[in-house]
């Protein structure tokens, strides 16, 4: 089964996504970017799906300490945030992300979210 590392602090959209992935995916949570550089780097995940706003750590900084680890698990990053804007983009720019994305809510366009970076 694939698995999924969600990294978000905030319990209820970790819910939306194990809610909805569930079914297919094996899921992983952490609900701080603390450790989740090396987590990642060190983990077998086909995709690991990270909030960027955060306490202490942030989705910005856990993309940095795992460019500096590993650059290659960045592949597997797709950063969802409900800040998507131009300022995020520029900020992780040249970073070999697997995506940007607004964070979506509901299950069906999770499902067809995570279904187009794991084709």
């Known amino acids: 089964m ?3 590392l969600i990294i978000d602090d905030d319990p209820v959209n970790r819910e939306i996504f194990r809610w909805a992935l569930s079914a297919e ?3 992983h949570e952490m609900k701080s970017g603390i450790g989740a550089a ?3 780097s060190g983990g077998d995940y086909d995709l690991v799906l990270l909030d960027l706003m955060m306490p202490i ?7 940095r300490d795992l460019a500096d ?9 797709l950063v969802v945030t409900a800040a998507l804007n131009t300022n995020v983009t520029e900020q992780l720019n040249g970073f070999p992300l697997a995506g940007i994305e607004a964070r979506p809510y509901d ?3 999770i499902k067809i979210l995570v279904g187009r ?3």
Do not use: C, K, S, Y
């Open 38 to 40: 090396d987590r990642i």
């Open 25 to 27: 995916f094996e899921i």
């Open 117 to 119: 970076f794991l084709q």
């Open 69 to 77: 680890i590993n650059l290659g698990a960045l592949a597997r990053v």
């Open 2 to 4: 694939r698995r999924i």
């Open 107 to 109: 299950p069906d366009e």
């Open 57 to 63: 750590v942030d989705g910005a900084e856990v993309v």
